[in-house]
């Protein structure tokens, strides 16, 4: 996830996805380098090697532009699409093969529920990805009013 406050920079972006661990080997790698704070406190195990995912969540305008998405494409990392109740950008743009959604509210962020016309449109969307071959995660993030998981169970119900 981005911070608000940050832009797009192309060169800033495209080393730091560059260096993202594409596998849970790689991770693991990295992850050994911790500092001794963590130590005897940190799990650094896996049981085999595992191809790994990212997706990017963007705060800010500035990433709303087909540079961004050709950095995110060349790295295979998801653009998130992200409803944040119009306070950050909604980029759709497919950047790779799956899609990454994080539903935070669509009227009031982090807190609103979402009706049964608005599910029925997220549902009819993600049968448009998975049609198309993408996998697809949802993820609700509006649970200040404990929404997310009825919300989730709703929108699985409209999925199956």
């Known amino acids: 996830q981005v911070p608000e406050r940050m832009p797009f920079d192309p060169e800033v972006l495209d080393r730091f996805l560059g260096s993202l661990p594409r596998t849970t080997a790689e991770a693991l790698a990295l992850a050994e380098q911790h ?5 005897g406190r940190a799990y650094v195990q896996i049981d085999r090697s595992r ?3 990212h997706a ?13 998405y050709e950095v995110l494409r060349r790295h295979r990392v998801a653009m ?9 950008p909604m980029l759709r743009e497919s950047t790779t ?12 962020l982090y807190s609103s529920g979402y009706s049964d016309g ?38 699985a119900k409209r999925l199956c």
């Open 35 to 39: 500092d001794d704070k963590v130590d």
């Open 118 to 155: 608005e599910l029925d449109s997220w549902a009819a969307e993600i049968r448009q990805w998975l049609a198309a071959g993408q996998d697809v995660y949802v993820y609700f993030d509006n649970d200040a009013q404990v929404h997310a998981p009825f919300d989730a169970i709703e929108l």
């Open 51 to 53: 191809p790994m995912r």
């Open 97 to 108: 093969d799956f899609r990454y959604v994080r539903l935070h509210g669509s009227q009031e």
């Open 80 to 88: 998130v699409l992200a409803d944040t109740a119009g306070r950050w």
């Open 56 to 68: 990017l969540e963007v705060r800010n305008y500035s990433f709303a532009t087909d540079e961004a």
